[in-house]
């Protein structure tokens, strides 16, 4: 063994002080200054040269520490078996190891041991303890001994069962596990903190231990939280399961969730083959994992093998590539989106992020360039997983050269040249080109040829895509004069198709002013909204020269929508692609008024949670144009409630008041009941299903 020289010192010396900064920042603040990489680039440096030169150890070095202190406002909670932690391998190599030095103290073969193997989710873990199968604490591994207790925080996660399922219930259960949130609701609570300016989390690990971490449970009951088990910690009478498989399937049978890509594998090919494998399913899990936990089945094994300091030798972590790496800004171009929204998209030096090389990801909009204090020449963290699209999520500001340059927000529209307009209290900036700017064109057509506006049979997506692709079509306009010789050079485009086509658009030609100004796709203007300038103004002519004052005279239409209207009328090649839509033939009877069924006229009716098939804005438009008022707020005379995904407080009072309560399903039923003209009326109400996911976790004690 060496002795260490100055240069290894300092090096410790660093390296500590970079660890604790990070571990506080990360454990006590939930606000990372190093990616994971970084931070385990760094731990695995200082390990090694802790084993180089043992007497550098300390009790505080941070390879010896568990976590972080539990914070003040929760009750500790002192954990009767110490929550550990667990080694990890890097390579296979290192888990071939792994599996050798268990069979060499078990005395068997290698070959002939089972294991079961689990994703390693990347969350909180906590604990819960269950007295005659009843919740009654929950905490989390603060420093291994002592934790956070957060039950009630923890009651309000529905995968946590507050009472055991079944009839017989043991005496003590402890049960362990990760709390997670998945990208879909990552994603969902970011969206909606970006556009009420609230915190947006770097990862949904973060965002997981945020949620877990407020001091109003009303607030964490909100979050996307989810619990899945993967340890019993105590359990009193032992229920007779041999191996760590059967005690999830018992888990399984109390009512918790328990990873459904567990399974039990042999020797160390089994393990590395199940370790490929979860690899490559990695990015279509929907939740990050940050690699695969192994253990031994066989609990009496377990037993015999013991603990080393402060992990198992029965189990081990495979970690695989980190989600996070940290690259340069080169620089930031402008995407125009499908709504004309502006995205600002970073151009990075290409770096490889848990297997994908990275060399573009979204900085959101202006606002979250302001957050980020992101500068071209940075040095940023990013971070992608599964379908996300990659993010920024850090600034490493300390690294900033000294010719970093600002970011400017374009004031015109990269692709079209047409005015970008940021109104107030909107987040994104749009390009205000419409159907005249080509990024947009594509949505435009879709729109302009669905059913409720000019109704063009046959002209669907694909057709839309590929007519764009070959610019057959640039306006609407152009798509009157395609001509069925032409159409059938299309792929799947026969002699009768293209001749349908034709004839679904000399049909369309004849129409009503109100579908008219649907189809313009004029941001906000809804069928409703349309139906109501068409009766306000009863001639396109008057619309088109009428001042932002004049449109707010219009039923329904305030500030923001008359100046959409008014922006849109404004610009020349909008009023040109209306000039040549007539030429092409287009025609209504002036001041024809859409005449739909309005079921819900006099009614109120709210929107909460995520949709998955819509946006809650596009839901609010077809619920307004069948005669609904939306709201946002719950009361006695609400109609209805349209709750989606992570919906909230607004759920509870809804349930509270006796509202009847529509998921998405039963929503979109009834939507398409209504605007057929097909439906009683009647609500369908809340089902069984549906009210008792929704009920107070208090009623299942
Ligand atoms: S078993 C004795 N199983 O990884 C420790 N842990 O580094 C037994 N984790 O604190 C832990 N997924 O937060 C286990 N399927 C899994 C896991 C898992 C994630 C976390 C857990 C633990 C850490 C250990």
């Not at 700017?437 to 694909?462: M, N, V, Y």
Request: glycine fraction near 8%; charged fraction near 30%; include cysteine.
């Amino acid at each position: 063994m060496t002795q260490p020289d100055q240069k290894i010192l300092d090096e410790v010396t660093r390296l500590r002080a970079e660890l604790d900064d990070a571990n506080h920042r990360y454990y006590v603040l939930d606000d990372p200054s190093l990616t994971d990489a970084d931070y385990d680039r760094r731990l695995r440096r200082l390990q090694e040269i802790e084993t180089a030169h043992p007497a550098l150890v300390t009790p505080d070095s941070p390879t010896q520490r568990i976590g972080a202190p539990p914070d003040a406002g929760f009750p500790e909670i002192e954990h009767v078996v110490p929550m550990l932690s667990l080694d990890n391998a890097f390579s296979e190599e290192e888990l071939a190891a792994f599996v050798t030095r268990v069979a060499e103290r078990l005395e068997v073969e290698g070959d002939e041991l089972t294991f079961c193997c689990e994703p390693k989710l990347d969350g909180v873990a906590v604990s819960l303890v269950y007295e005659a199968g009843v919740l009654i604490s929950g905490a989390t591994r603060g420093d291994g001994r002592t934790g956070e207790g957060i039950t009630s925080n923890l009651r309000t996660l529905r995968s946590i069962p507050l009472r055991l399922r079944g009839e017989a219930h043991p005496e003590l259960l402890e049960v362990r596990g990760e709390v997670i949130m998945s990208h879909a609701g990552f994603e969902a609570l970011n969206a909606r903190a970006r556009d009420q300016d609230d915190k947006v989390f770097a990862n949904p690990r973060n965002a997981a231990a945020g949620s877990l971490r407020q001091l109003d449970p009303r607030v964490t009951a909100t979050r996307p939280l989810e619990f899945s088990a993967y340890q019993v910690a105590r359990l009193k009478p032992d229920q007779g399961d041999a191996t760590h498989s059967a005690l999830m399937a018992h888990l399984g049978d109390f009512g918790f969730r328990t990873s459904s890509e567990l399974a039990v594998v042999k020797g160390p090919a089994g393990v590395i083959d199940f370790c490929r494998q979860l690899g490559e399913k990695r990015d279509g899990l929907g939740y990050d994992i940050d690699g695969v936990v192994i253990k031994v089945d066989d609990l009496r094994l377990q037993r015999e093998l013991g603990f080393v300091a402060r992990a198992p030798r029965w189990a081990i972590a495979f970690k695989f590539p980190a989600q996070e790496q940290t690259t340069r800004l080169n620089d930031v171009e402008f995407q125009v989106g499908r709504t004309g929204a502006i995205t600002p998209v970073a151009r990075l030096e290409p770096v490889s992020v848990a297997g994908v090389t990275v060399s573009n990801a979204t900085l959101h909009n202006a606002d979250e360039i302001h957050r980020l204090g992101v500068m071209i020449g940075d040095t940023v963290a990013i971070r992608r997983a599964g379908d996300v699209i990659p993010q920024v999520v850090r600034v490493m500001g300390e690294l900033r050269p000294s010719d970093a340059r600002e970011i400017v927000f374009p004031e015109r529209c990269p692709v079209c040249d047409a005015e970008i307009e940021r109104l107030e209290g909107e987040v994104a900036a749009r390009c205000s080109g419409g159907l005249y700017c080509p990024a947009q064109r594509k949505e435009a057509l879709k729109h302009f040829a669905s059913r409720r506006a000019l109704d063009i049979d046959g002209l669907g997506e694909k057709l839309i895509e590929a007519l764009v692709e070959r610019d057959w079509v640039t306006t609407p306009a152009d798509l009157f004069r395609l001509q069925a010789e032409r159409l059938v050079e299309l792929p799947r485009m026969g002699q009768k198709s293209s001749e349908n086509l034709v004839a679904a658009l000399s049909k369309a030609r004849s129409t009503t002013l109100a579908r008219f100004i649907y189809a313009l796709g004029i941001r906000e203007v809804g069928e409703a909204t349309a139906a109501n300038l068409a009766r306000h103004f009863g001639t396109l002519e008057a619309l088109m020269s009428a001042e932002r004052a004049d449109l707010e005279a219009v039923e329904e239409v305030g500030p923001i929508v008359a100046a959409h209207v008014h922006t849109f009328f404004c610009q020349p090649h909008n009023r040109e692609t209306i000039d040549d839509l007539i030429a092409c033939g287009l025609h209504w009877e002036e001041a024809a008024v859409v005449e739909r069924p309005q079921p819900l006229l006099g009614q109120t009716w709210v929107l909460t949670g995520t949709l998955e098939s819509m946006t809650r804005d596009q839901g609010k438009a077809r619920l307004q144009a069948l005669g609904a008022k939306v709201s946002g707020s719950v009361s006695k005379k609400t109609a209805g409630l349209v709750a989606g995904e992570a919906a909230g407080s607004k759920l509870e009072k809804a349930m509270q008041l006796g509202v009847p309560v529509l998921d998405e399903a039963a929503f979109l039923d009834r939507l398409a009941a209504w605007e057929t003209g097909e439906s009683d009326v009647e609500e369908r109400g809340v089902t069984e299903r549906d009210a008792k996911e929704n009920s107070d976790p208090e009623d299942e004690r």
